[in-house]
Antibody, heavy 117, light 111 residues
């Protein structure tokens, strides 16, 4: 069974940094594009970034460009999201996702990031 | 990239059919990618895929869910509405900028 488990969320002050991790199991990570999606409290879903099979292609929404970095370690079956210069508006549950094609066929349970002083 | 436009709420009585629209532009929904997928989310839960590639249904999803597209607008139709369909629904599309964009979300209420 495919499974994604996120970790690394927590409370951080504005301007601070966090590194989210996502452990994949039940499938071969290197065969798939992966993505991060977030959902602010009481808000809708927002696509954040994705990365191709070997990490050579990365795409981001404008609001996180230059602040967030997506990466992967296929040998460790792990996906990461390095988040710097965090803002209050980055407060959200962050989900790790696997692509099945154009769509997401596996979601993690999410990890909460709270940016507040 | 602005969110795709969905109605904030749609309601219907049990047994009725409802449709949720997802309107974008020629750079996303109408861009020829046939990439629109739909997710159902209950409060506090992880979203679940109900339609992918515009009109394909994953194994295990009720055939009461169907998808379609015309131009820049995709639609999710739920027929034979049931109480268990009460949830939030989101569309998402690939875009010409090589990023994805979600819809604003629709709350479905079963009267």
């Amino acid at each position: 069974e495919m499974q994604l488990v996120e970790s690394g969320g927590g409370l951080v002050q504005p301007g601070g940094s966090l590194r989210l991790s996502c452990a994949a199991s039940g499938f071969t990570l290197r065969n798939y594009w992966m993505s991060w999606v977030r959902q602010g409290p009481g808000k809708g879903l927002e696509w954040v970034a994705n990365i191709d099979h070997d990490g050579s292609q990365k795409n981001y929404i404008d609001s996180v460009k230059g602040r967030f970095t997506i990466s992967r370690d296929n040998a460790q079956n792990s996906l990461y999201l390095e988040m710097n210069s965090l803002r209050a508006e980055d407060t959200a549950v962050y989900y790790c996702l696997k692509y099945g094609g154009w769509y997401f066929d596996c979601w993690g349970q999410g990890t909460l990031v709270s940016v507040s002083s | 990239q602005s969110a795709l436009t969905q109605p904030a709420s749609v309601s219907g009585s049990p047994g009725q059919s409802i449709a949720i629209s997802c309107t974008g532009t020629s750079s996303d929904v109408g861009g020829g990618y046939n990439s629109v997928s739909w997710y159902q989310q209950y409060p506090g839960k992880v979203p679940k895929l109900v339609i992918y590639d515009v009109n394909k249904r994953p194994s295990g999803v009720s055939d009461r869910f169907s998808g379609s597209q015309s131009g820049n607008t995709a639609s999710l139709t739920i027929s034979g509405l049931q109480a268990e369909d009460e949830a939030d629904y989101y569309c998402i599309s690939f875009t010409s900028r090589n990023i994805y964009v979600f819809g604003s979300g629709t709350e479905v209420t079963v009267l």
